[in-house]
């Protein structure tokens, strides 16, 4: 094989490559497009190869074009592979070749070889010519070429936004032909959908499932192939239990004949198993390590570790092995090697390792401990003897060699060798002290307040264990050498207080805050308070007591003095400190005695947490300090009212007469006592002379229902009428006179009145309502609704007319106009709470869920919302929430006693008796006078002031249901035109009535 060393010898003259077998060279748009035309002071002649002064000739193909001189060094850039084009000269850069340009050429510049661009036919237009860039795409991007870009891309922007509308519109309306051509499937249907809000619930109901229509859900009939009888025998025999073996090998000694019982097997393996549980007892406690019922549990909750714990596990004993390499005397290593060996159930490698330790760092405690964990209880001793002969001043070693005694002289005889090297150890007195008697306690103490005298546990533990004379010494003794600590005086309190001597309490307390500050001691109010509520803990009310008493006032200036002391009483009762809260409130009384607040503080805790003497007396001492104050007064005759006493009520209001002659309130307060108990005659009497001593609104509001209740209707008409002309706008007072006039008078003098009256107060909200339900029963619903318009027009935003009107309909079965008007009526108040509730009783019950959370998130804390959240809980059976929701609607609102009613009813439902005397107790507490239902009964002149609160509780709770939430109390909106009292009390139930019915809902 000889080398071809024609491949580097240049190529003939006239040579043309490929052509004696027909590959000749040919050209394409692609050579012919980039192709760059010569300068054209340059002629383009065809040269030679050796003439200097002549231009080069242009060849076929890429390259740059340059001329040939003496100073320039040029080329026809020489092809690619083809060979098109060709260099002149071979001195000049570059390979030789021919003129015409058919050889292959050589080297050039770098930039002309970079040119890779895409020259083909589908890169090519006839107008914009080839795509890509027209700069190079390596060239850096500079902040020039940045504002070109964003210019002509905003000039693209502008060009784009001129016909935009117009071509959006076309658009569409090519998209709406498309659409009629063809529609969606949701437009096809479109017209079937629209009919579907005139079905009804029964008909969407009524319609049957669709189900499963496919054919792979239907089911293949069975098919059945009957068993031969080989393969039955076969499974009996499987089944059939195997009571014996028999051995089909022979075996020297045993004759093949043998067969193993497998029942004995068993047995024989029990019998190991049990053997092996009384071998790993110790014979020598009594304990022993495996439980043998628990034996097969136990095995159960052995971990298995992973591959990765156990790798872990590998990595940090190497860790430790290198700590304790190279510290031997670091307690911790071993402690964490000794650890890291138990955890991966070595316990055996982890006693040694901690052996280890002990010998290592013996001066460490923490070792010597953990080595008595990891042990056995005599091993333990052993090692503990070994820490307190290294460590004699540990405490820990002692107290735990003490530990692992079980006898009781045996932790004595340790603990007072303990004390021989430790005399100065708390708690190794400590513990020495609570295994002895007292008496030998007594001496250990006495030795041990020598050798510690700064402990105060010591000291007042002594203390308590010597008589009174002995144990104030004690205190003394302790008071002098340590001089600084408060407790001491404390305890020094206590002991008098648990002697009986209580005068001594407030000269102790104040010699040692006089003591304490001679000293040093900085006396802070807070802290002495904190020590008042623990010695009410401790049943020292008295130290208590003098504690506030001589510390209330530290630090306070005097204008704050009252609000300070009252916030304090209310921080002590909310931490259940009762008796520090009164001996705040009873020294702010002291240094404030015509203070009214204070007073009404005081009688408010008596009254929950006191007694009733307690509560007298203070109420006593209240009207003696602030004869003025009438609530005091009233507090106490009612006190006494409700404590039977009502021949001490009446001396007690006729007191409060002498001291406030004219107040209205007193003297009412005083005909609600002789009407409650039946002493009309008397109350008219109060009645007149308080209408000519005050002359009040309410002194005349009361005469007239007094007289309605006795049925004197001429004499009520008599005084509403001279009422009225001296309180012309007193809406209380129209509304009474338009009851009585319906009882007594022409339909056509009624409605005159009431347009008089409307014409009055049509401010009063209840003389439209009053009205629109007499033009309810007496004439149609087309008059009480054209009432209700004009109510609203003239009192607009008011839900209670919003409420009548939308009622009105209900009731004459026009439940869309009434829909209608309640959504008006959200819209003009969209927080009203009572229409938010009607809305809810007023949905179907799948639709009030949603509804009941629309109005939580309008009314989050409006009772009437919640107590129709509670409604909806209750008709679901969700006992627990609907109790929780009641509770909060009567924690919002308590004087509310529509949803006390509610409350009880439910808990007669679902609660137990407890529940409800809780609920009738705390109804009875709260004492609510509001509420639709609630007035119904409370306010019905054949009831005036004899109804007590448990009887109203009880009475509503027989009434109040679905419809009277939806229309509002019965017979109001009654059709008959009778006007008696008699009538709408007979509907009622009687007391008894009331609780029989309560008990058999």
Not at 124 to 144: L, N, V
Not at 799 to 813: G, H, P, S, T
Request: proline share 4%; glycine share 6%; net charge neutral.
């Amino acid at each position: 094989n000889r080398p071809k060393n024609f491949l580097n010898v240049p190529a003939p003259p006239h040579y043309v490559p490929g052509l004696g077998r027909g590959a000749t060279g040919f050209t394409t748009r692609s050579d012919i497009g980039p192709a760059r035309m010569a300068p054209e002071s340059q002629p383009t002649t065809t040269g030679t190869p050796n003439n200097t002064n002549t231009p080069v000739t242009i060849g076929r193909g890429r390259g740059s074009i340059v001329t040939q001189s003496n100073n320039i060094p040029g080329r026809i850039g020489g092809g690619g592979a083809s060979g098109n084009g060709g260099n002149i000269g071979s001195n000049i850069n570059g390979s030789g070749g021919n003129i015409n340009g058919n050889s292959g050429g050589g080297g050039g510049d770098d930039d002309d070889d970079d040119d890779r661009g895409d020259y083909s036919e589908s890169n090519f237009d006839e107008f914009e010519g080839y795509g890509g860039s027209f700069y190079d795409p390596t060239a850096p991007y500079e902040k020039d070429d940045e504002e070109a870009d964003k210019i002509w891309s905003e000039v693209d922007a502008r060009m784009d936004s001129r016909r935009k509308l117009r071509r959006e519109q076309r658009l569409r309306e090519e998209l709406k032909k498309f659409r009629a051509i063809r529609p969606k499937i949701q437009q096809q249907f479109a017209d079937v959908k629209e009919k579907l809000k005139e079905v009804s619930a029964e008909e969407w109901v009524a319609i049957p499932e669709i189900g499963d229509r496919s054919i792979r859900s239907k089911k293949r009939p069975e098919r059945y192939t009957p068993v031969p009888d080989s393969l039955l025998e076969k499974a009996r025999l499987e089944n059939q239990p195997i009571s014996s073996l028999s051995v089909g090998t022979e075996t020297p000694g045993i004759s093949s004949s043998v067969r193993q019982d497998l029942n004995q097997i068993g047995e024989a393996r029990k019998t190991v198993l049990s053997l092996k549980l009384k071998q790993s007892s110790d014979s020598v406690t009594g304990q022993t390590v495996v439980d043998p019922k628990g034996y097969l549990t136990d095995m159960k909750s052995i971990k298995i570790n992973t591959d990765a714990e156990i790798g872990d596990i590998k990595r940090a004993r190497l860790l430790l092995k290198s700590v304790i390499l190279t510290n031997p005397k670091h307690g911790p290593g071993w402690i964490a090697a000794a650890r890291l060996e138990e955890l991966a159930g070595k316990i055996v490698i982890a006693r040694k390792l901690i052996n280890q330790g002990c010998q290592a760092a013996s001066d460490n405690e923490d070792v010597w401990l953990e080595a008595v964990r990891l042990h056995t209880l005599d091993n333990a001793k052993i090692i503990l003897a070994r820490a307190v002969s290294h460590l004699p001043h540990s405490v820990k070693a002692w107290l735990a060699a003490a530990n692992l005694e079980l006898e009781i002289q045996s932790k004595r005889r340790i603990l007072r060798k303990a004390l021989e090297f430790n005399p100065n150890s708390v708690r190794l007195w400590k513990t020495a002290v609570e295994l002895e008697e007292p008496e030998e306690a007594r001496i250990l103490l006495s030795r041990a307040v020598e050798c510690v005298p700064e402990s105060l546990e010591i000291w007042f533990a002594l203390a308590h264990l010597e008589t009174y004379t002995n144990a104030r010494n004690v205190l003394n003794t302790a008071r002098k050498r340590l001089p600084t600590e408060p407790q001491i005086w404390i305890e020094a309190a206590k002991l008098e207080e648990a002697n009986g001597n209580e005068q001594a309490i407030n000269v102790i307390v104040k010699r040692g805050l006089k003591s304490l500050s001679q000293n040093g001691v900085t006396i802070r109010r807070e802290q002495w308070l904190k020590e008042a509520e623990n010695c009410e803990k401790c049943a020292a009310v008295a130290t208590c007591q003098a504690i506030v008493h001589e510390t209330i006032g530290i630090g306070i200036e005097a204008q704050d003095r009252k609000r300070l002391w009252l916030q304090d009483a209310e921080d002590c009762l909310a931490r259940s400190s009762l008796q520090t809260a009164r001996a705040i409130l009873t020294h702010t009384a002291k240094e404030f005695p015509a203070k009214k607040s204070v007073w009404l503080r005081i009688a408010r805790l008596e009254k929950h947490y006191g007694t009733k003497e307690s509560l007298e007396q203070i109420l006593l001492q209240a009207v003696r300090y602030c004869p003025k104050a009438e609530m005091l007064w009233l507090m106490t005759a009612k006190e006494q009212w409700l404590a039977g006493s009502v021949d001490n009520a009446r001396q007690v209001l006729k007191s409060a007469f002498s001291c406030n002659p004219n107040n209205d309130r007193i003297w009412l307060a005083a005909v609600k006592l002789e009407c409650s108990n039946s002493e009309f005659e008397r109350a008219r009497e109060l009645l007149q002379r308080a209408r000519e001593l005050s002359g009040a609104e309410k002194v005349w509001i009361k005469s007239a229902k007094l007289e309605r209740t006795l049925n004197n209707l001429t004499n009520a008409c008599q005084l509403l009428d001279t009422a009225l002309k001296k309180y012309t706008k007193s809406a209380k007072l129209w509304s009474i006179r338009c009851s009585i006039e319906e009882s007594i008078s022409s339909i056509e003098q009624i409605h005159e009145f009431y347009q008089k009256a409307i014409t009055t107060v049509s401010f009063s909200i209840e003389i439209w309502l009053q009205a629109a339900q007499w033009e309810e029963r007496v004439f149609s619903t087309n008059k009480a609704r054209s009432l209700l318009e004009k109510a609203r027009l003239r009192n607009p935003k008011n839900e209670r007319l919003w409420l009548a009107a939308i009622r009105v309909e209900l009731k004459a079965n026009n439940k869309k106009i009434a829909i209608n008007l309640l959504a008006k009526a959200l819209q003009e108040c969209p927080n009203s709470g009572i229409l938010w509730a009607h809305s809810i009783a007023t949905e179907s019950h799948p639709r009030q869920k949603a509804r009941c959370l629309e109005a939580i998130k309008r009314c989050d804390d409006d009772p009437f919302v919640i107590a129709a959240a509670a409604r909806l809980f209750w008709d679901d059976r969700k006992i627990d929430k609907a109790r929780v929701w009641f509770e909060r609607a009567i924690t919002l609102n308590p004087d509310l006693g529509d949803n006390w009613a509610s409350y009880y009813k439910f808990e007669v439902q679902h609660g137990t008796q407890e529940q409800q005397k809780n609920i009738i107790n705390r109804c009875i507490e709260a004492e609510p006078l509001h509420g639709e239902l609630w007035e119904f009964i409370s306010k019905n002149p054949q009831f005036y002031s004899r109804l007590s609160t448990e009887i109203v509780l009880k009475k509503v709770a027989t009434i109040i249901d679905e419809s009277t939430v939806l229309l509002g109390p019965p017979l109001i909106f009654s059709n008959s035109n009778s006007n008696s009292n008699s009538k709408i009390s007979s509907s009622l139930p009687s007391e008894t009535e009331s609780d029989q019915e309560i008990l058999n809902i």
